[in-house]
């Protein structure tokens, strides 16, 4: 269950003009940290790993999951699960709703009510199942955008900006409790930030953009 | 897939983009190409099916041989000046006169109160039927209308006053009726283009520098706004020139303006005269052409002069007396088309009601019992081919727009003249040719042709409606359910068109409401034997039993409004426990 991310010798460009290039291992369990000031293609890596790359971009390299090629699989077969700045619960489905959109198929009804139950008890958001996520306070929508992934049981996670938008002290509880569930899920984690802090808390290795690359 | 992907080829430079399609062929991809096809294919065999009677061609009557007859006797008809005066004058006219009202409102009072009021009547006076609103102006202006009874107290009238306002020579009123119903949707067009202009801030800086609201409005503002919707003001343009309902009910009659006078050579049982019709046509085609190119270097001079009239730095002098304007102008056209329609309705419902009285004597049921059948029958024709053309072209828009996300592949400035294309070619240019079409495949008079025809006219304003909601949609919520492994199927069953439900249902209606307004493309491809609501309200023009139209014009807009308010409603009531999806 547990295989690296494996980012090799990956190259994007963008009409030509190079942006991106990284090559790296991500250990189950770890976490790779991109830094970079904006524009430089911190998004655009991520959406290359998740493979909603924009026709606008051009990459080569490949994306492997331990030793399963990823790059051309198409973005919902490659079970490689997202956090964004914003939780992006899906207006129109209840907490439970969002909830039984991320876990996997299969079992009987009864059976996926009671994971979710449980899951929401899991983030301490017993009885929530009903209601709708636009009353849910910041961090409670970012413990439910989570376990929406988790339950997915993804095999690798990224994270663009994903705690750039919660304040100081609710921002340290939610990376702690994201860094918790990966390292015990053994996920190889990809993180984007502009924050020191987010690359100090998650502890591995860090690789910087820049910009110089643009002007060559 | 050998031709199907030639065609994509062929289609693929509208969607500009690298990667021209990844090879694989789904429903989804093809439907861009079977878009273009309903929207340009009547549009191209109509402009056909126009070119080759007026050259003398018309089997279907027996003329085989190629001559320029049609056009000799067309040019020996002796209304033929006036009648191209009329066009010209009325499409000009009312093109400058709604851009001007627009402007000087937006200008004026965007942002303000009584901007806010005329910008909640916006909707309801777009989908309001060119016929209903013309018929409610005549009831208006009419020498016996409501406006002539309101002034006799004053006047002293005690019989109608003997002047032609109604069908005057000049065609004014007819270019008022115009105004009034383009003004909606010439300010439509322009507040979507708003969004990208900046205005509000780039009003901040005018004003600062000492530049009073319109004419600060008119040297920043304007300039992008114009080129937004610079497509939109050649279709009000193109119209105005070549309407045909709206010119039988206010319009001249002696003679007609030449789309009229086409569509009545049309409708004449000798066969040969649809060759004269058909020459009048291409005509007719030839004067837009005209005037769209005289519009066009009209922009440049007026850019020229723009930017001398910006050097010179003037504040504005003018902007107390021209913000007033704009708000009476704007409201006027507003209250023509609400006033018009209230005259429709108490009409409708009239018992005795003799002419200097301001109301009926007595209201009764009678019309409304008198013409029920009809109503009935014609409004079921009405609502069953604006479902069919509604439920098709939201499959092809939301294809279109799909297929559009999927391939990250935008609509290119010539994918957009495309989708304006039908409504650029002046109905009455290629409608006649594609009944001639019809009538030479014995498929004139059915129902699916009808709905096809209005397919053309529906399809662009569905484009215009779902297209900025469509793609304003957050794609990271793609992403998300992609990653949480929903295909692309399930990324838009599951998660797209549910969050985007409100903009869909009300694409839905003014889809229905621009079926139901149609005229010519009912009455040439029914070939006279389709009735609709339409149809039927603007055959009783002629007749000028006031009753019939008022229950018509009513029963109309009901048509349309109806939709409108199931538009609003569902979502209310599907969504009610989901706050974030409340507009």
Redesign the interface.
Known sequence: MADSLILHNVRISRRGAPLVSIDHTIAPGTVLTVMGPSGVGKSTLL?YV???L???FEASGKVCLGATDITDL???K?????L?Q?D?L???L?VGANLA??L?PGGTRAHRRQRIESALSDIELEGYADR????LSGGQKARVALM??LL?E?RAL?LDEAFSGLDVSLRRQIRALVFDRARRMHLPVLMVTHDQEDAEAAGGAVERLTVANLSA | MGPDNDLMRLLAPLWAGKNGGSGRLSAVGLIPALTLMAMLGPVCAGLLGTLMPSLGYLPAAGLSTLSFDPFIQLFEWPGLPVAMRLSISTGLLATLLSLGVVTLTLAGWYDTGPFRVLERLLSPLLSVPHAAAAFGLAFLVAPSGWLSRIASPLTGWVRPPDVLILQDEWGLTLTAGMVAKEVPFLLLMALAALGQADARRRMRVAQALGYGRITGWLKTVFPPVYAQIRLPVYVVLAYSMSVVDVAMILGPSTPAPLSVQVVRWMSDPDLSQRLTAAAAALLQGGLVLTALTLWRAGEAVVARLGVLWIARGSRGALDPVLRPLGLALGAMSALAVLAGLAGLAVWSFAGYWAFPEALPQSFDLRSWARHLPGILSTGGTTVLIAVLATGLSLILVIGCLESEFRSGQNLTQRGLWLIYLPLLVPQTAFLPGLQTLLLSLGADRAIWAVVLAHLVFVLPYAFLSLGDPWRAWDRRNSTVAAALGASPRGVLWRVRLPMLLRPILTTAAVAFAVSVGQYLPTLLVGGGRVSTLTTEAVALASGGDRRAIGVYGVSQTLAVLGPFILALAVPAVVWRNRRSLHG
Do not use: C, Q, V, Y
Request: hydrophobic residues 30%.
């Open positions: 959406s998740a493979g909603t924009s026709p606008d198409p973005p919902a490659r079970r490689i699960g997202i964004f914003d992006l899906f207006p129109h209840s959109f991320g996997r709708d996520p636009a009353t929406r992934m997915s993804p990224l």
